[in-house]
Nanobody, 124 residues
């Protein structure tokens, strides 16, 4: 059984930084791509960033490219999302997800396991 637990969310002012973490249980973490998605209030869940099994390939939504960085530490079974220059429109619940393959993209159907989410609120 795979469990994903996000942490690191909070309330910050615009321009601040936060680092989200997602700790994964279960075996073979390093064999799967990981991603972050987010759901803003009243909106659908959207792709944020993805990282391949070994960290060699990453992808970002246009809205966060250049501000957010996804990374992973396979020895710690953890994936991170460093968020800089936060904007009020980044306010959302952030979810991490584990794909069923070495590489993954932006589509939710590619992901087999999801965390419960962590709230990020950015005030203006």
């Amino acid at each position: 059984q795979v469990q994903l637990v996000e942490s690191g969310g909070g309330l910050v002012q615009a321009g601040a930084s936060l680092r989200l973490s997602c700790a994964a249980s279960g075996r073979a973490f390093g064999n799967y791509a990981m991603a972050w998605f987010r759901r803003a209030p009243g909106k659908e869940r959207l792709f944020v960033a993805t990282i391949s099994w070994n960290g060699g390939s990453t992808g970002y939504a246009d809205s966060v490219r250049g501000r957010f960085t996804i990374s992973r530490d396979n020895a710690k079974n953890t994936v991170y999302l460093q968020m800089n220059s936060l904007k009020p429109e980044d306010t959302a619940v952030y979810y991490c997800a584990r794909a069923g393959a070495l590489y993954s993209g932006r589509v939710e159907a590619e992901y087999e396991y999801w965390g419960q989410g962590t709230q990020v609120t950015v005030s203006s």
